[in-house]
């Protein structure tokens, strides 16, 4: 079956450093990948998202790109912020029988600790 | 608009108990799903539904059951709680439109601790 890989944590970093999360995926066909961001006590946001390869997802300063020859959806933003700090999902989509339904298969997540 | 809602935040339950969890959504989207995430192990769909009065498993649905009456509600029941349930559950819910990248929105939440 399909599955979503990620990097294992808890990553810590010093406020304005650089960011790489690393996710790579196994699945058949040509899934959505998602990256999903939950902040303490809260659910789960959607964060960024590519629905084919080549696609570059971004928002909030945070980018990812659909690299289909690697498998791979690495989390990546130049300067973090104290507020970054979160769990940090990459996911996949994966149709469900019957068609036009598709759920979200995830990692592990990673927490993420941002330090002033 | 309060999007996905979940009640309750947290409940504390004695084994073979039971209890449901309630998910409801303004969106009037068509799909929902339930999920648990659990330590080290991400989330994991437990069931979900692709409409009123209807209703799937997902990849764990031992000791669950579900029901959708209304399309807007999507309730989880735990029939006699066990300690492996002990999680938090999520509810999330989207629109219908065909398209793998159509995004899932989700609550805040439900801690449950079963003793």
């Known amino acids: 079956g399909n599955s979503v890989t990620q990097m294992e944590g808890p990553v810590t970093l010093s406020e304005e450093a650089f960011l790489t999360i690393n996710c790579t995926y196994t699945a058949t066909g040509y899934p959505s990948l998602f990256w999903y961001v939950q902040y303490p006590g809260e659910g789960l946001q959607l964060l960024l998202k590519a629905t084919k390869a080549d696609d570059k997802g971004s928002n909030k300063g945070f980018e990812a790109t659909y690299r289909k020859e690697t498998t791979s959806f690495h989390l990546e933003k130049g300067s973090v912020q104290v507020s970054d700090s979160a769990v940090y999902f990459c996911?996949?989509?994966?149709?469900?029988?019957?068609?036009?339904?598709?759920?979200?298969?995830f990692g592990k997540g990673t927490l993420l600790t941002v330090n002033p | 608009n309060a999007g996905v809602t979940q009640t309750p935040k947290f409940r504390v339950l004695k084994t073979g108990q039971s209890m449901t969890l309630l998910c409801a959504q303004d969106m009037n989207h068509e799909y929902m799903y339930w999920y648990r995430q659990d330590p080290g192990m991400g989330l994991r769909l437990i069931h979900y539904s692709v409409g009123e009065g209807t209703t799937a498993k997902g990849e764990v649905p031992d000791g669950y059951n579900v029901s959708r009456l209304k399309k807007q509600n999507f309730l989880l029941g735990l029939e006699s709680a066990a300690p492996s349930q002990t999680s938090v559950y999520f509810c999330?819910?989207?629109?219908?439109?065909?398209?793998?990248?159509?995004?899932?929105?989700f609550g805040p939440g439900t801690r449950l601790l079963v003793l």
């Open positions: 999330a819910s989207r629109l219908r439109l065909a398209g793998v990248g159509k995004t899932q929105y």
């Open positions: 996911a996949l989509s994966e149709e469900l029988s019957g068609g036009s339904n598709y759920k979200l298969t």
